[in-house]
């Protein structure tokens, strides 16, 4: 075995392996940026109802992995986990007693998808009560036009 050779591995097990991207890492609960299809905040987790872009996401994506930061209460997370579980999607519990990230919740692939945008912000972003309250809007206001165009 090469001297260099003999050297990285005895600093292996010392230190442990490298990791690529390590701030990218503890920022995205164990994975990095370029796999990310989805990511919550905290406090997006902590809100009471699902965002319907994560269970859009579980159900197009089978292989899709879970992520979820351990420093979050159980509570919030348990209706993620049994999302995770009626669409067959492996889930992890991410704890990092070093690092505390701003990100909640994230999906992920085993391979590079480089999405653009992968935070769901509010101009992205419909909550499930408004979606049915603008349909009924945009029918009302159809059938108002509709209504101006038979009284010629």
């Known amino acids: 075995m090469p001297k260099s050779d003999l050297d990285e591995y005895l600093q292996q097990g010392i230190y442990g392996s490298k990791v690529t991207n390590p701030d990218e890492r503890r920022k995205f609960l164990g994975t990095i940026r370029e796999r990310i299809e989805l990511a919550l905040t905290q406090s997006q987790v902590m809100e009471k109802v699902i965002y319907p872009e994560v269970e859009v996401k579980m159900k197009a994506y089978s292989q899709i992995h879970l992520f979820l930061n351990g420093h979050i209460d159980y509570s919030y997370l348990s209706k993620f986990i049994k999302k995770a579980d009626l669409y067959k999607i492996n889930y992890t519990i991410v704890t990092n007693k070093e690092h505390n990230s701003e990100i909640g919740l994230v999906l ?6 480089d999405k653009e945008d992968i935070y769901v912000t ?10 049915p309250m603008q349909k009924q809007n945009k029918k009302s206001i159809f059938s108002f036009f509709k209504k101006l165009r038979t009284k010629k």
């Open 108 to 113: 992920a692939h085993e391979n590079a998808v």
């Open 122 to 131: 509010p101009k992205n972003h419909v909550p499930e009560q408004q979606a």
